[in-house]
Each structure stands twice: as structure tokens, then as C-alpha cells.
T-cell receptor, first 115, second 113 residues
Framework: DTGVSQNPRHKITKRGQNVTFRCDPI?????LYWYRQTLGQGPEFLTY????????KSRLLSDRFSAERPKGSFSTLEIQRTEQGDSAMYLC?????????????FGPGTRLTVL | AQSVTQLGSHVSVSEGALVLLRCNYS??????LFWYVQYPNQGLQLLLK??????LVKGINGFEAEFKKSETSFHLTKPSAHMSDAAEYFC???????????FGQGTTLQVKP
């Protein structure tokens, strides 16, 4: 069990470009969550998956954001036409079941800088 | 709606002193509560969680927290601070049906030698 991994760890892009991040959860974890963390703030929920189904999206997730988990394993988060306000740390977490009491295991995050 | 408030964005203690990080929650249903720690440029690591069993919860690295329903609080304590405890600490409440975490704004703990 190698934990949750995220790639890339850092991404620098120019405004208007598209970016894609990948998250590999702990194997056999059914739940996968995406959060966004800006400097000096706590993480904010973006979206989550139960296996391959995306069950909730935050209002923070504009139409420029899309997330997938095609086979219920890894997940991708794509941001189209990036804006400077998208600069943040994007965190992925997974948990074994659907209970709200379950521990979420976080990856190291992808730090996005939009110039 | 559920929410968490962490009192004090920055706490400074001397090595060996008591650590007290404050967290108050708002929830219309019995909450699940968590404390996570984040070291620079890393993800979050669970310290401890309350899931309606014992109100005094013990976690890793000598930390513990007490759930007080009457005060809607879940404060984190450690009897004796170590230099390695310097980090960002987040309190969070979980939405029971979705499991999504609602985090406080965090408290930076500084430990002085």
C-alpha cells in the first residue's frame, strides 16, 4: 500500500492554457475526493466519486473544471482556460467506504501556478 | 449547514509547554470531527477523529481531543510540545451522507526552543 499519489506535484502554466492533474487512490478505496487549498486557507471541497460515479460537485467547480474516474480507479481533474484565480494546491483523498466517519487519506497535492 | 471555526490562526508555544488548539463546530446532526496536520508542501495527515464513541479521543504523536457537545467544541491538546510539532493544523467536520470534509481555516503552530 503506497498511499495516495498525485501527478504532477507542481505545474506552472500560462493563463488560458488547459491543465490536467492525476490522482491514484489507495487500491480498493471506493471513495475519491478532490479539494482545493489556497494560501492560508483550509481545503475546500470540489467533488467526489463513489467508484466511477461522480456524486456531487461544489459550486466552486465552474464549467471550466471537469473531473473523471473512468474505471473507478484513478481520477483526473482538468481545468480549461486557466485563470490566475485557479492558482492553488489541488488535493486528492480516498477512503475505503462511504461512511462519513471514514478516514480520508490525502495525497501530497498538485500545486498549480497560473502566470 | 455544517461549519467549523478555529480560534487563532497562529499559536506560539515554547518547547515542552502545553499545546491547545481550539475548534468549535456547528452541526444540526451529531457530528463526525477530525483533526489533520499538514507539514510544508505536503498533504494532510490524520491526527485523530471523533465518531460518537468515547468523547476523549487519543491520536498519534501524543495528541488528544475532547468532544464537548454542550460547548460545541473539539479542542486539540498535547501536554508537551516538541519542535517537530510545528505545522499547520486543521479541524474538520464530515457530512454524514457524503463524507465530504468541511475544514476550518487552520492554525499554524510555532514551537520555540
Amino acid at each position: 500500500d503506497t498511499g495516495v499519489s498525485q501527478n504532477p506535484r507542481h505545474k506552472i502554466t500560462k493563463r488560458g492554457q488547459n491543465v490536467t492533474f492525476r490522482c491514484d487512490p489507495i487500491s480498493e478505496h471506493n471513495r475519491l475526493y478532490w479539494y482545493r487549498q489556497t494560501l492560508g486557507q483550509g481545503p475546500e471541497f470540489l467533488t467526489y466519486f463513489q467508484n466511477e460515479a461522480q456524486l456531487e460537485k461544489s459550486r466552486l467547480l465552474s464549467d471550466r473544471f471537469s473531473a473523471e474516474r473512468p474505471k473507478g480507479s484513478f481520477s483526473t481533474l482538468e481545468i480549461q482556460r486557466t485563470e490566475q484565480g485557479d492558482s492553488a494546491m489541488y488535493l486528492c483523498a480516498s477512503s475505503p467506504t462511504s461512511g462519513g466517519y471514514d478516514t480520508q487519506y490525502f495525497g501530497p497535492g498538485t500545486r498549480l501556478t497560473v502566470l | 449547514a455544517q461549519s467549523v471555526t478555529q480560534l487563532g490562526s497562529h499559536v506560539s508555544v515554547s518547547e515542552g509547554a502545553l499545546v491547545l488548539l481550539r475548534c468549535n463546530y456547528s452541526s444540526s446532526v451529531p457530528p463526525y470531527l477530525f483533526w489533520y496536520v499538514q507539514y510544508p508542501n505536503q498533504g494532510l495527515q490524520l491526527l485523530l477523529k471523533y465518531t460518537s464513541a468515547a468523547t476523549l479521543v487519543k491520536g498519534i504523536n501524543g495528541f488528544e481531543a475532547e468532544f464537548k457537545k454542550s460547548e460545541t467544541s473539539f479542542h486539540l491538546t498535547k501536554p508537551s510540545a516538541h519542535m517537530s510539532d510545528a505545522a499547520e493544523y486543521f479541524c474538520a467536520v464530515s457530512a454524514r451522507n457524503t463524507g465530504k470534509l468541511i475544514f476550518g481555516q487552520g492554525t499554524t503552530l510555532q514551537v520555540k526552543p
